[in-house]
């Protein structure tokens, strides 16, 4: 099944391309696909899926290298610690004369934010530790170890040993009080499975048994939690250890970064342990989920975002984490009060389609279909 959804995400690039910017867009909106915004952390993404498949035998849609000069000819002024470790994983991908710079760029933004004690998105540092230890396979510079050890530490810090969870961000104090407690008490599917990816690509270069133990132990909670249908779920409490909200369930998880990070996880481990986990994921993709559709559309070349809540009035626009109005009072509720009483909270249970299209998405299809 990943090698036709490959198929369908390459040439899906080409409805996101956006010719004069020489990038892709931020998204593909409605039934009609109207293309919106521009964004270039997307884009990368997109490069580094393109390059990986391109090694497989799959021609690209569009030539990788282009692609990534023209996002660093004219984003490069962004302070984004994503954005840049994950240019410098292209960069590594691509073997492109930049890497060092980007390196340079990577280590002062991440040191920068640990100075001045602001909080750090715990998928941002798994990013930035994956990206490192891409290309400590292939140069094995001290001052690149001592790098990578120092995003290890940063993000261990968000792993919650009582529930074998990772939290949005770094523990720092922050003026709005509510934000502070769901960045500290909450984490996503985002900062699970992103922060297993890292680990599991650190343990093989630094044979740290701790980063294995911890993605594995963060692995096993997450697919004990996986639902019925092969969902990956959303938001988590980390303190408690219980799922907040479950919606919306995004395909990019089902198809893309669980595949990825749990070949990674076995890689390390040298046993196959996910492959029923990630099966099922890919059943919920092929239409075994709560609106027994094809996530998939192979006409239009289109890999749909999302099934999420059909709040009362239903709206395709969902505000922070993509979550509606009641969805994300329960969110702030679990956040503040840190207590499993908020599962009682009511929200609908009927469900839609999100008609929306994201180019990060089809790169992390290319990138799974490559580690087959």
């Not at 692609?67 to 962004?78: G, I, P, S, Y």
Request: net charge positive.
């Amino acid at each position: 099944m990943l090698k036709k959804l490959a198929q369908l995400a390459n040439e899906g690039l080409k409805k996101m391309y956006l010719s004069e910017k020489g990038i892709f867009c931020h998204r593909l909106l409605g039934s009609k696909l109207q293309k919106e915004g521009e964004n270039p952390f997307y884009t990368l993404m997109a490069i580094i899926g393109l390059a990986k498949a391109r090694e497989k035998g799959l021609k690209p849609s569009f030539v990788p290298e282009d692609l990534f000069q023209n996002v660093l000819n004219n984003f490069a002024t962004t302070d984004y610690l994503g954005f840049w470790s994950y240019a410098l994983w292209a960069a590594f991908i691509l073997e492109d004369k930049n890497i060092n710079s980007i390196v340079t760029r990577c280590e002062k933004l991440f040191k920068n934010l640990l100075n001045l004690r602001k909080p750090i998105r715990s998928m941002e540092i798994a990013y930035l530790l994956y990206g490192i230890c891409e290309y400590l396979t292939k140069e094995r510079s001290k001052k690149l170890i001592t790098l990578a050890d120092e995003v290890f530490q940063a993000l261990i810090k968000t792993f919650h040993e009582t529930s074998g969870l990772f939290s949005f961000t770094t523990r720092t104090s922050r003026k709005n009080i509510v934000m502070m407690r769901i960045n500290q008490n909450l984490g996503s599917f985002a900062s699970q499975i992103n922060s297993i990816m890292a680990l599991s690509k650190y343990y093989q270069i630094s044979d740290n048994k701790t980063a294995l133990k911890i993605a594995k132990d963060c692995a096993n909670v997450i697919c004990n939690f996986q639902g019925e249908l092969g969902q990956w779920w959303w938001i988590y409490n980390v303190q408690k250890g219980f799922i907040v909200e479950g919606y919306p369930v995004y395909s990019i998880h089902q198809d893309g970064v669980a595949i990825v990070s749990f070949l990674e996880l076995q890689k390390s481990l040298g046993e196959p342990l996910y492959e029923k986990n990630l099966k099922k994921g890919l059943q919920w993709l092929k239409g075994q989920n709560e609106l027994k559709i094809k996530m998939y559309d192979e006409k239009n070349k289109i890999i749909w975002r999302a099934i999420q809540r059909k709040e009362n009035p239903s709206s395709q626009e969902t505000g922070p984490w993509g979550l509606g109005k009641k969805s994300y009072l329960k969110m702030q509720l679990a956040g503040l009060l840190n207590s499993s009483i908020v599962k009682k909270f009511p929200l609908p249970d009927k469900y839609e389609l999100l008609l929306e299209s994201r180019p990060y998405h089809n790169g992390w299809i290319l990138l799974a279909w490559s580690m087959l």
